[in-house]
C-alpha cells in the first residue's frame, strides 16, 4: 500500500498530502510549526511527500533517505523549470 501511495503521490502529490492529513495522523510530529509544511504544499509538494516518507520509514541521514530527497527536490525544481519554459513559448 505505501508504493500505491507513493506512485500516486508523485503524480498527484497535492491530493495525497492533504488525504493523508485528513484521514490519518501521517504528519503529527514531522514538523514542529505551520509554516514549513504550507510552504511545501504551495512550492515543492513532491519533496514535503519525499520527507514524510524519509521521517517514518527511514533514517534521516541514512543514504537511502538523502537519495530520496535529492531526487524529489530535482522533480519539484524540473517542474517549476518546465511550466518557466511553457510560459516563454506562449508569451
Known amino acids: 500500500m505505501p508504493c500505491l501511495i507513493g506512485i500516486i503521490g508523485f503524480f498527484f502529490p497535492r491530493v495525497v498530502i492533504v488525504?493523508?492529513?485528513l484521514l490519518t495522523g501521517?504528519?503529527?510530529?514531522?514538523?514542529?510549526?505551520?509554516l514549513v509544511?504550507?510552504?511545501?504544499?504551495l512550492f515543492m509538494p513532491i519533496t514535503?511527500?519525499?520527507y514524510g516518507i524519509c521521517y517514518h520509514y527511514t533514517d534521516m541521514w541514512s543514504v537511502s533517505s538523502v537519495v530520496i530527497m535529492i531526487i524529489a527536490v530535482i522533480?519539484?525544481?524540473?517542474?517549476?523549470?518546465?511550466?518557466a519554459k511553457a510560459r516563454r513559448r506562449r508569451g
Open 19 to 21: 488525504l493523508l492529513y
Open 26 to 34: 501521517w504528519w503529527q510530529g514531522v514538523f514542529d510549526g505551520i
Open 37 to 41: 509544511p504550507i510552504l511545501g504544499f
Open 48 to 50: 514535503l511527500l519525499a
Open 75 to 83: 522533480s519539484d525544481l524540473g517542474l517549476w523549470g518546465n511550466s
